[in-house]
């Protein structure tokens, strides 16, 4: 990723200003709030590679032998790749086995996770079995819903709901912040192998909802290439006499750059000497002259000096993002085709360019 620092757009903004000593404490807040405006409306206004992620993503979390695990919690399994549900609370019992060249799901205690499920209704008198590969799944009439036998045994007058694990329908979904990964912006595509080795990577048709992304199709692991979150910057200056929570910004006179701490941290521990503690907030390159002029044109019209000199700046920033549009389709021919939807749940490409 091109990145300048966030000092060097303030310098921008003071040549801009003819101020030779840097701005002051007040048109340094100023110019934060500037900065942040318009790098919130230039960051999704194009598919910039500078602030583009391509990352592997499961749908849920990997399976940990350490982890307490409670009744509906679902798992990815590496070793077979596929997706199981906890019919009952345990810790360290494997969701699958290899049995014969093949793996079989660990019941009583998981089961293969599905869309939907198919059973008899439970009956009374029945012998069910939780073992083995095919345990008894039955529907409670009851309720309508699916169930797994997790105890064997002679059903009696009445469902035992303590001797079944209620199975839930699985979707094929991508929260769009997930632990120990990057928090997701706009998405672009999702694959189902990497495109950057795989010319034969397909796109793979998805929906936006509330609270994630929902994949559609049967590919277990997929490539989402997306937009990661627009930043936030701050003239606030990290005080080395001060403690810090997490997820505080602050601006390092050191590096010339914003950093947010990963972690509560202590006097003194600045980005420099305890690098581990803080992430920096990288300014991208290709947008930092549209924000420095940007900025400055809404920070000329707030002084009303001259009046007419706003027009003339502001009408200056937007093209420099074109400039880097141009920079980046016609002249390093950087086109991409458009995912358009063919048919109920087809997806064709054609040859337009983003």
């Known amino acids: 990723m091109r990145t300048v620092t966030y000092q060097s757009v303030i310098d921008r903004i003071a040549g801009y200003m003819s101020e030779a000593d840097g701005l002051s404490t007040e048109d340094a807040a100023i110019a934060a709030a500037k900065i942040n405006f318009f790098v919130r409306l230039g960051w999704p206004h194009y598919w910039w590679p500078d602030t583009m992620n391509l990352e592997q993503r499961t749908f849920r979390p990997a399976y940990s032998a350490a982890t307490a ?20 609370s345990s810790t360290g019992q494997a969701p699958a086995t290899l049995v014969n060249g093949g793996y079989e799901a660990n019941a009583p205690y998981w089961a293969r996770s599905a869309g939907s499920y198919a059973g008899e209704d439970w009956a009374s008198g029945v012998a069910y079995v939780s073992t083995g590969s095919t345990p008894s799944i039955v529907r409670n009439p009851g309720d309508g819903l699916f169930y797994q036998c997790i105890v064997d045994h002679t059903s009696g007058g009445s469902f035992d709901a303590t001797k ?84 505080v910004t602050r601006y390092d006179t050191e590096t010339g750059d914003c950093w947010t701490t990963l972690e509560p941290i202590s006097p003194g521990e600045s980005p420099t000497d305890a690098p581990s503690s803080w992430s920096k907030v990288e300014f991208p390159y290709v947008l930092a002259e549209y924000a420095a002029q940007s900025a400055y044109a809404m920070m000329t019209d707030r002084e009303q000096e001259t009046p007419e000199n706003f027009g003339i700046q502001n009408a200056a920033g937007y093209p420099l993002l074109a400039v880097e549009m141009d920079n980046l389709e016609r002249k390093q021919g950087q086109t991409r085709q458009l995912n358009v939807r063919n048919g109920a749940r087809g997806v064709a490409m054609t040859p337009f360019s983003w």
């Not at 509906?72 to 997706?83: C, I, N, S």
């Open 69 to 88: 695990y409670v009744v509906t919690d679902e798992v990815f399994f590496p070793a077979d790749g596929q997706y199981y549900q906890a019919l009952q």
């Open 164 to 247: 079944f694990g209620l199975l839930t329908s699985f979707v094929r979904s991508i929260d769009y912040e997930q632990t120990d990964e990057t928090a997701i912006g706009l998405v672009r595509f999702v694959w189902n192998a990497n495109p950057e080795i795989n010319r034969n990577a397909q796109p793979q048709e998805f929906s936006l909802r509330a609270d994630f992304i929902q994949v559609y199709g049967c590919v277990n692991v997929v490539w989402l290439e997306f937009q990661r979150r627009v930043p936030e910057f701050t003239n606030l200056i990290y005080d080395t006499t001060l403690s810090y929570g997490a997820g």
